[in-house]
């Protein structure tokens, strides 16, 4: 069983920055992929940013390219999401994802959300204009 905690949400204001966090228990962390979502209010949740095992691959929404940055610490079981130039639109609960999978699609299934095995409660990033 691994448990994922985000921290870090907040209020700031638009062309601000924020730094989440997602810790994670357990001693198998560097064998999940990882990934960051967000939900709107009235929106489905999205697909944010991923990240493969060891951290050398990473991949992000269209809409995130460029302003936000994922990252792991596979020693102390956590993944960041930098996010920069924040926009009111970035307004969400931002959730933590992992995916224990071995397959070269793992980028595939991040995005799709398909194959989670845990999500973390989720961490509100309110942007202000």
């Known amino acids: 069983q691994v448990q994922l905690v985000e921290s870090g949400g907040g209020l700031v204001q638009a062309g601000g920055s924020l730094r989440l966090s997602c810790a994670a228990s357990?001693?198998?962390?560097?064998?999940?992929?990882m990934g960051w979502f967000r939900q709107a209010p009235g929106k489905e949740r999205e697909f944010v940013a991923a990240?493969?095992?060891?951290?050398?691959?990473?991949y992000y929404a269209d809409s995130v390219k460029g302003r936000f940055t994922i990252s792991r610490d596979n020693v102390k079981n956590t993944v960041y999401l930098q996010m920069n130039s924040l926009k009111p639109e970035d307004t969400a609960v931002y959730y933590c994802?992992?995916?224990?999978?071995?397959?070269?699609?793992?980028?595939?299934?991040?995005?799709?959300?398909?194959?989670?095995?845990?999500w973390g409660k989720g961490t509100l990033v309110t942007v202000s204009s």
């Open positions: 994802a992992a995916d224990h999978t071995s397959s070269n699609a793992w980028y595939q299934r991040m995005k799709i959300g398909y194959g989670i095995d845990y």
């Open positions: 357990g001693r198998t962390f560097s064998s999940y992929t």
């Open positions: 990240v493969s095992w060891g951290g050398t691959s990473t």
